[in-house]
Nanobody
Framework: EVQLVESGGGLVQPGGSLRLSCAASGFTFGSYDMSWVRQAPGKGPEWVSATNSGGGSTYYADSVKGRFTISRDNAKNTLYLQMNSLKPEDTAVYYC?????????WGQGTQVTVSS
């Protein structure tokens, strides 16, 4: 089955850190660019970060630049998002996503809540 499964979300205090993971299966993970997208309550999806298929190029939204780091392990078919210095405005459901030949593929999401 072609799927993406996120994990690692949770409740964290402002200034804290979390590491999200996204396990891919059913397709050749190492051949595809990957992204993280988030959706806050009552808002539309917001692109957060992306990396190319080899992981050598990374891109970030201005809102997370310098705080978040995207990485991937193609041997483990896994995408990561290290989130540091978290702020309440980072609260959202975080999704990993990719564009396959057959269409867009998103995971089910993992909730990140930043609150004291």
């Amino acid at each position: 089955e072609v799927q993406l499964v996120e994990s690692g979300g949770g409740l964290v205090q402002p200034g804290g850190s979390l590491r999200l993971s996204c396990a891919a299966s059913g397709f050749t993970f190492g051949s595809y660019d990957m992204s993280w997208v988030r959706q806050a309550p009552g808002k539309g999806p917001e692109w957060v970060s992306a990396t190319n298929s080899g992981g050598g190029s990374t891109y970030y939204a201005d809102s997370v630049k310098g705080r978040f780091t995207i990485s991937r392990d193609n041997a483990k078919n896994t995408l990561y998002l290290q989130m540091n210095s978290l702020k309440p405005e980072d609260t959202a459901v975080y999704y990993c996503a990719t564009q396959l030949v057959a269409g867009k593929l998103w995971g089910q999401g993992t909730q990140v809540t930043v609150s004291s």
